[in-house]
Structure formats: C-alpha cells, structure tokens
T-cell receptor, first 112, second 115 residues
Framework: GQQVMQIPQYQHVQEGEDFTTYCNSS?????IQWYKQRPGGHPVFLIQ?????EVKKQKRLTFQFGEAKKNSSLHITATQTTDVGTYFC????????????FGQGTTLQVKP | DAGVIQSPRHEVTEMGQEVTLRCKPI?????LFWYRQTMMRGLELLIY????????DSGMPEDRFSAKMPNASFSTLKIQPSEPRDSAVYFC?????????????FGPGTRLTVL
C-alpha cells in the first residue's frame, strides 16, 4: 500500500566511516522527504526530492531519488558523532491532503 | 519565529486519570498533526486537522482518545481514562498549505508516562 520501508533499522559505525540508509516504496512517489531526529529530540526536516533521478547534497549528506521514483537513499560521508540520530523518510499520502507517511526510521550510532 | 509549542513537556500520571496534551501550531499554518512515538511502533499519525477541521482520525487508537482544534492557534489531545500502554512521546506538528511539497514542523513533544 502506501507504506515506505526503510533499511537498515539500526546501524553502528566507527567515526569516519560512511553510512547509507534506503527507503523503498511499492508504488510511485510524487516526492520524498527526509527528517532527522536526534536522541531525545523531535523530527526535523532535512530535504525534499521531487524529480526522477534527483541528487541533492548538504555538506556530507547526499540524497538520491530513484529513476522510477520508488526509492530513495541518504548517504553520509565520513560520519561524525553529530550525525547520531534516527533518519526518517516520508511520503505524501495518496489523497495529497498534507498527510505524510513516515518510514520506520534508521537509527545511526557513531562510535568515536 | 516561534516554532510549534507543546505543553506539558513531561507528564506522569496514574492509570485511569485523564490526560490533556496541548499544542500551539506555527502561526499561519493550516494543517495540524498529532503523532505518537514508541520504540515498538515508531512514529504513528493519530489524527490531523486542516483549517481546524479533523480530516483523518483513522490512527486514533480507540475511544479513549479524542482531539479538538477549537481555533487556528490551539489543539488538544485528550486521553480518558489513561492506561500504561499509552506511555509514549506525543508530537504535534504543523504545516502550511501550499501544495504537495509542504514540510512538517514538529514540536518538542510531550513525554507521557502512565503508571
């Protein structure tokens, strides 16, 4: 249905290593949003992807939207302890009325 | 600019008591969302409003939960009676209504513990 699946659920990396989380949908997405939630905090919007094959960068973070608009990824290069948190992707509900459907999230732990 | 404001930030109550959570959305935002977050179930949408009107309450767990939005600047989520399984972090979020690319702005959340 409208769910988005995120993998992995958890990831532990050594500081300096790269990290990637994937978001997959069985149906075509109009757009995909990414949010980050720090431990004890609230989800904060990171970026939105709209176009097929779109790639956007924010410093060490690279976001991609698949050509078929059914998947997306977030890649962090050379992780830092400040990257710790849970990363969520979110898709628009089918009725396009403002509702977002969030994935389960990928929780990243970075060992210094 | 003030973000989404939620109160209280923490609530500890005993089973059977009524709990009321409050939210003030960002001024000018037309959408308001209530979410519940737990380790087991992740981030769940409970209900959302558009221009103060409830649009989708399919995520509300049961009749013990109710939500209101009497005006554009205030919403409440009430649990009566509360149960230990209601323990969670409850987030309120708001969003403008400019089309399908709108993002949501979350409040700091209310951490509810029901003993």
């Amino acid at each position: 249905g409208q769910q988005v699946m995120q993998i992995p659920q958890y990831q532990h990396v050594q500081e300096g290593e790269d990290f990637t989380t994937y978001c997959n949908s069985s149906t075509t997405l109009s757009n995909i949003q990414w949010y980050k939630q720090r431990p004890g905090g609230h989800p904060v919007f990171l970026i939105q992807l709209v176009k097929s094959g779109e790639v956007k960068k924010q410093k060490r973070l690279t976001f991609q939207f698949g050509e078929a608009k059914k998947n997306s990824s977030l890649h962090i290069t050379a992780t830092q302890t400040t990257d710790v948190g849970t990363y969520f992707c979110a898709r628009r509900g089918s009725s396009n009325t403002g509702k977002l459907i969030f994935g389960q999230g990928t929780t990243l732990q970075v060992k210094p | 600019d003030a973000g989404v404001i939620q109160s209280p930030r923490h609530e500890v109550t005993e089973m059977g008591q009524e709990v009321t959570l409050r939210c003030k959305p960002i001024s000018g935002h037309d959408y308001l969302f209530w979410y519940r977050q737990t380790m087991m179930r992740g981030l769940e949408l409970l209900i959302y409003f558009n221009n103060n009107v409830p649009i989708d309450d399919s995520g509300m767990p049961e009749d013990r939960f109710s939500a209101k939005m009497p005006n554009a600047s205030f919403s409440t989520l009430k649990i009566q009676p509360s149960e230990p399984r209601d323990s969670a972090v409850y987030f309120c979020a708001s969003s403008p209504d400019r089309g399908p690319t709108d993002t949501q702005y979350f409040g700091p959340g209310t951490r509810l513990t029901v003993l």
